[in-house]
């Protein structure tokens, strides 16, 4: 199994979703991304669209830098 | 005549665009929601007709693309998505790298960028029949990702039972 991290806080829509997608298809049954967001749209819809493609969102953490979180996703 | 088999999911979400414009702004837009939706699990499908045919095109700049005299008129003066033009004030193609050095800078995705991931993300492609007949363009002409070339009907065949929006 291994960790992958990703960052997207410099990002905009729609490569907020983008680079996360394509982080995710690299994923094995498993394995986990721990994504670097901010708050509002990412925040909101990172979690919620990796759910609906099937995956498991292990953990939401508040992130160093005000504003930034972690979101923790499992295939 | 087209030869992609159709396989319509009831379950997924669906997303289909006509792209008729060649500007560069409505090319964005374009390539902004077809990118977002298939990154967020929806199946994405574009149709490409007119002008819009200009930002699927292989050669991206102004060349004589097409079989006639006409069509390589039109190919030269419309050119591809490097010398897409922005909807308003173009003021004679420098808006467009106005809008590029604007989007590098603020970290927002550019046009190609966008296509780009939109070829990564499994967007299909396709380009309108009639149009590609008075333009003058082969599906040869076009970028290798254009699944197919296809009529009205089954343009609508491929988008029925989601969300079909025209830019």
């Known amino acids: ?75 | 005549m087209a030869t992609t088999e159709i396989k319509l999911d009831p379950n997924t979400k669906k997303l289909s665009l006509i792209g008729f414009s060649g500007d560069f702004d409505k090319l964005v837009a374009v390539f902004t929601l077809a990118t977002g939706a298939a990154a967020v699990g929806y199946e994405v499908n574009l149709f490409f007709t007119f002008w819009g045919l200009d930002g699927i095109k292989i050669k991206q700049g102004r060349s004589p693309v097409g079989k006639g005299f006409l069509p390589k008129v039109f190919g030269v003066f419309m050119g591809g998505l490097k010398s897409a033009p922005v909807s308003r004030l173009n003021f004679g193609g420098i808006s467009p790298k106005i809008f590029r050095y604007l989007m590098r800078k603020n970290n927002v995705a550019t046009l190609e960028e966008l296509v780009e991931a939109a070829k990564v993300l499994g967007v299909n492609f396709y380009a309108c029949e009639m149009a590609m007949h008075i333009l003058g363009i082969q599906k040869s002409d076009l970028i290798p990702e254009v699944k197919d070339v296809l009529g009205v009907a089954t343009f609508l065949k491929i988008a029925d039972g989601g969300q079909t929006l025209f830019i």
Do not use: W
Request: glycine share 6%; charged share 25%.
């Open chain 1, 1 to 75: 199994m291994a960790n992958y991290n990703l960052d997207i806080t410099k990002e905009h829509c729609p490569m907020t979703f983008v680079k996360t997608k394509i982080e995710l298809s690299k994923l094995k049954s498993g394995d986990t991304l721990e994504v670097l967001l901010t708050e509002g749209e990412p925040l909101e819809n990172v979690p919620r669209s990796s759910t609906e493609q099937g995956f498991t969102v292990l953990s939401i953490t508040e992130a160093e830098v005000k504003g930034t979180h972690k979101v923790l996703i499992q295939k």
